[in-house]
């Protein structure tokens, strides 16, 4: 198989990064990838799906692994994962002598090991530069669920329509569930038995990254987490802060120790961003230097410096998102051809052990088992959006009144960079909008 048929398969299938931003995987395979890195690293705190499914299924997940690699010609395979993980290590070690490309990379517990650009870093050596891609570096990085769904586009000629989902925190039965696309998140977490608090907050995605979500929001291919978690939690109030009410609390306390910038994990790498100098900058609204602003777009926004690094509490993350977001409005672009500095000596030391992370944030009481049920759970109706990923959203070619079945393609991809949408329940499409196709199982 070449790159281009590859390619057409992922691609109608709908396969994209199961987690993060949602990128088009097929677009990932390239001839100029001479290495290829598979991320089990779980960069979140309390996520504990890719190990699970790793575990389960190792040799059909390594197997299709060995194939891209075959594909885009690489010369190694490497598998990324923190070394806790240890069933999971055992899983692969009973096959990993069938695929000579691949190595298995151990990890250290620390956040954000998830981090392609940490990641790439810990596995090779190689550094991406400031708002590159890994492809530059001649990387490409591809997380567990993605592979396994390549595998199930490949082996079994299923498209994309369910998703792994760990339900944690708050719940009676912590679980890793498996449910189709356009299921809300109430209906997932009523997989988890009862909440055990009043007024639960659903924190989607992970504790750093995530964000407050309605139970009535739909499962997409990136929805990794559900954190049940009660109102007044550290992490519901830091989420929900005024953006304005931070700046002024910045003017007032931030004291310029750098313990921001000094625990960055891009900034160690080399990258030119300085939360503190940001922080100088922007509380003072000193426009003298545009440099602090402009560096803000080589951010990765992993959180650390206000959930972690910073002793007074302050938010560099989410102040510096919202300066990011006024740039890329105002059609500022990120500095091109900016070459990374020096790793630095200091970075071995600066690392966050995830165990304080979540002690940190009163997470770790939350650290428990959530076993994997890896049966598609039914559901009765759903809401499938029609953009899902990084590009442009797929087009409907379903109507209202129209009967489908599971695995169906009811939005075609689109021109450019797209793939397609398939129903995840067999029913009547009930209705079609600009942006979403909802199926309702007749009875």
């Known amino acids: 198989m070449n790159i281009k048929e590859l390619s057409n398969v992922i691609r109608e299938a709908g396969v994209v990064g199961a987690g993060g931003a949602g990128f088009p995987t097929y677009v990932k395979l390239d001839e100029r990838a001479n290495t290829i890195i598979l991320n089990c690293a779980e960069c979140e705190p309390l996520l504990k799906l890719h190990r699970q499914l790793l575990e389960q299924y190792a040799y059909e997940i390594m197997k299709t692994f060995n194939l891209i690699a075959e594909t885009v010609k690489a010369e190694e395979a490497v598998i990324g994962i923190k070394k806790e993980y240890k069933a999971t290590i055992q899983a692969m070690n009973q096959f990993i002598d069938e695929f000579p490309k691949i190595r298995i990379h151990l990890l250290d517990g620390v956040y954000p090991m998830g981090d392609e650009i940490v990641l790439i870093y810990e596995a090779t050596g190689r550094v991406v530069r400031p708002g590159g891609l890994p492809i530059e570096e001649g990387i490409a990085v591809f997380n567990v669920e993605t592979v396994y769904n390549v595998y199930r586009a490949l082996e079994k000629k299923e498209p994309v329509t369910d998703k792994v989902v760990s339900v944690v925190a708050e719940v009676e039965h912590p679980v890793t569930v498996r449910?189709?696309?356009?299921?809300?998140?109430?209906?997932?977490?009523?997989?988890?038995?009862?909440?055990?608090?009043?007024?639960?907050?659903y924190l989607v995605g992970g504790p750093m990254m995530g964000n407050i979500g309605s139970g009535s929001q739909p499962v997409t291919k990136t929805t990794n987490a559900i954190?049940?978690?009660?109102?007044?939690?550290?992490?519901?109030?830091?989420?929900?802060?005024?953006?304005?009410?931070?700046?002024?609390?910045?003017?007032?306390?931030?004291?310029?120790?750098?313990?921001?910038?000094?625990?960055?994990?891009?900034?160690?790498?080399?990258?030119?961003?300085?939360?503190?100098?940001?922080?100088?900058?922007?509380?003072?609204?000193?426009f003298r230097d545009v440099n602090p602003y402009i560096n803000t777009m080589f951010c990765s926004s992993c959180g650390l410096c206000e959930l972690f690094s910073c002793p007074q509490g302050l938010s560099p993350r989410s102040l510096m998102a919202v300066y990011k977001d006024g740039l890329r409005k105002s059609g500022v672009k990120p500095p091109q051809g900016v070459k990374p500095a020096p790793v630095k000596e200091s970075r071995e030391y600066r690392k966050a052990p995830e165990e304080r992370l979540e002690a940190r944030l009163g997470l770790h009481k939350y650290n428990v088992d959530a076993p994997l049920t890896d049966t598609v759970v039914p559901m009765d109706k759903v809401k499938i959006l029609l953009g899902q990923h990084i590009g442009a959203p797929a087009k409907a070619i379903v109507k209202k009144g129209d009967m489908v079945t599971v695995g169906q393609m009811i939005g075609q991809p689109a021109d450019g960079l797209s793939v397609g949408i398939h129903a995840s329940i067999s029913g009547k499409v009930t209705d079609v909008g600009d942006s979403y196709i909802v199926i309702s199982k007749t009875k």
């Open 179 to 201: 449910v189709p696309l356009g299921c809300t998140i109430e209906e997932v977490v009523a997989l988890a038995g009862k909440t055990t608090i009043k007024d639960p907050v």
């Open 227 to 286: 954190l049940v978690l009660p109102p007044d939690h550290y992490l519901v109030k830091k989420k929900n802060s005024n953006p304005s009410i931070e700046m002024n609390r910045a003017a007032s306390i931030c004291c310029q120790c750098q313990m921001c910038t000094d625990l960055c994990p891009r900034h160690a790498l080399g990258h030119p961003i300085q939360p503190h100098l940001f922080m100088r900058a922007a509380s003072n609204k000193d």
